[in-house]
């Protein structure tokens, strides 16, 4: 039984391989035609969907892990990171100008270098949520910006690069509730 399904797959993948276009325009046409219908049975079926997501998730974290390191890993997708950072270079310039605007906007801005300093060193160079000493230091507002939080030693942690983009917007709270896994 193995042995078929692994020989299916091969096919499959042999398939692929010299029909990659066809096969890609072919899903595409597929997900066109059919965007409304699916979509339809998601907002039916939304509860359901997201738990049996979950469940996939769950089950499979480990080898998700271990894809999505080697995806992010791949030449090719570095290679289209750094062209999208080019192509985008207005775009992101404009979303730091704004994180700029929000700091010097929030409520309380009082948070001098020496405080930051003292902060990242009582933390031990280490990012406040994965404990991992950081190579790139980022400040993190346990209530973002975006949402209200000041710009002040009680509201900022200091976080590596990758806790960092995966909190973003979120609240402390609601960052334990994402890794927690009680919270889509
Ligand atoms: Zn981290």
């Known amino acids: 039984m193995a042995k078929d399904r692994d020989k299916a797959k091969m096919r499959q993948a042999r398939y692929r391989a010299s029909h ?30 997201k738990q049996r997501m979950k469940a996939y998730y769950h089950e499979h ?19 289209g990171r750094a062209a999208w950072r080019q192509v985008n270079a207005g775009k992101i310039a404009a979303w730091s100008k704004l994180h700029r605007a929000r700091k010097m906007l929030a409520p309380v801005n009082d948070l001098t270098d020496e405080q930051w300093d003292e902060r990242v060193v ?15 230091v980022t400040q993190d507002h346990l209530i973002p910006l975006s949402r209200g939080g000041s710009h002040t030693l009680s509201n900022v942690v200091p976080c590596c690069k990758s806790c960092n983009s995966k909190k973003h917007a979120r609240t402390l709270l609601e960052y334990v509730m994402v890794t927690q896994g009680n919270f889509v």
Do not use: Q, W
């Not at 325009?25 to 079926?45: F, G, I, L, Q």
């Not at 974290?61 to 290679?79: C, G, H, M, N, P």
């Open 61 to 79: 974290k480990a080898e998700i892990a271990v894809k999505t390191r080697e995806y992010y890993s791949r030449e090719r997708t570095k290679k």
């Open 122 to 136: 009582e933390f031990r160079g280490r990012c406040a949520y994965c404990l991992n000493p950081m190579a790139t």
């Open 20 to 49: 990659g276009l066809e096969v890609l325009a072919r899903h595409r046409k597929y997900n066109a035609a059919n965007k409304a219908r699916s979509h339809e049975y998601y907002v039916a079926h939304r509860d359901a969907v």
